[in-house]
């Protein structure tokens, strides 16, 4: 079945450090991918997302590219901040039918100043 | 509209009781979702709810939890003869469905403490 792995954290950086968090997956077909944060207290929120093969999601500094061939979709940060701690989901969901998301574990960030 | 509001926040119950937990979606969504989150995992799949039909149910869903959602608007959870291994936090998402999904947005969740 459908399967999303990350790269167990807690991740800790400086501020200014760049980041790399992992995540690989296994799905039929063409899914869709995402990145959801989740910061203290509150809901997920969708980062960004991409959608097929080769296509880049970025938002406010975060950039992941879907890669078919290594089946991954990593995300990148040049330059964290104090305010990026959070909880980061990668995701995905298969076209047609439920369009359920399928999330990994989770990673988490923690950024000192 | 201000996004999936869910209530209440937070609920702490005594095992054997019941709960309910309510969702109310951003208006115009036409697919509702359910996960639970447990510590240090991501959230998994429970039901979902296009318009007023329930179209799929997880494993994950034993017979003590039911879900609804009359008219197609808001939907409830409800858990029967809670027990511990109930505790979690539980999402609601919706999203809007016509051709191709649009992305899901998350409510803050309910978390729930059986005690």
């Known amino acids: 079945g459908n399967s999303v792995t990350q790269m167990e954290g807690p991740v800790t950086l400086s501020e200014e450090a760049f980041l790399t968090i992992n995540c690989t997956y296994t799905?039929?077909?063409?899914?869709?991918l995402f990145w959801y944060v989740q910061y203290p207290g509150e809901g997920l929120q969708l980062l960004l997302k991409a959608t097929k093969a080769d296509d880049k999601g970025s938002n406010k500094g975060f950039e992941a590219t879907y890669r078919k061939e290594t089946t991954s979709f990593h995300l990148e940060k040049g330059s964290v901040q104090v305010s990026d701690s959070a909880v980061y989901f990668c995701?995905?969901?298969?076209?047609?039918?439920?369009?359920?998301?399928?999330f990994g574990t989770g990673t988490r960030l923690k950024v000192l100043a | 509209d201000t996004g999936v509001s869910q209530d209440p926040r937070h609920k702490i119950t005594k095992r054997g009781q019941n709960v309910t937990f309510r969702c109310d979606p951003i208006s115009e969504h036409n697919r509702l979702y359910w996960y639970r989150q447990t510590l240090g995992q991501g959230p998994e799949f429970l039901t979902y709810f296009q318009n007023e039909a329930q179209l799929e149910k997880s494993r994950l869903l034993s017979d003590r939890f039911s879900a609804e959602r009359p008219k197609g608007s808001f939907s409830t959870l409800e858990i029967q003869r809670t027990e511990q291994g109930d505790s979690a936090m539980y999402l609601c998402?919706?999203?809007?469905?016509?051709?191709?999904?649009?992305?899901?947005?998350f409510g803050q969740g309910t978390r729930l403490t059986v005690v």
């Open positions: 995701a995905l969901t298969q076209r047609g039918g439920t369009y359920k998301y399928i």
């Open positions: 799905a039929t077909g063409y899914p869709s």
């Open positions: 998402a919706s999203s809007f469905y016509r051709v191709e999904n649009t992305e899901a947005f």
